[in-house]
């Protein structure tokens, strides 16, 4: 149980660090490709959201 926290702390300190880099510069490559890469998970995101709820929307009799 308690590895288990302490895997996604971890987790969730990598995604921090990913998110906001100590030193991020405002422009450059990494700069646009930190925006790239936060556009298609935003994107890839909403899509599976969308998808969940076009499934869901009209369940089946049972």
Partial sequence: M???R???H???GILWGIAFPVGMEN???ESSMH???WGIL???GIGVFI???LMN???TLA
């Fill in 57 to 59: 929307a009209y369940p």
């Fill in 2 to 4: 308690i590895r288990k």
């Fill in 10 to 12: 971890q987790f969730r």
């Fill in 27 to 29: 422009s450059g490559s």
């Fill in 51 to 53: 998808v969940w709820g």
């Fill in 35 to 37: 925006v790239l890469v």
């Fill in 6 to 8: 302490v895997a996604v």
């Fill in 42 to 44: 935003l994107l890839g």
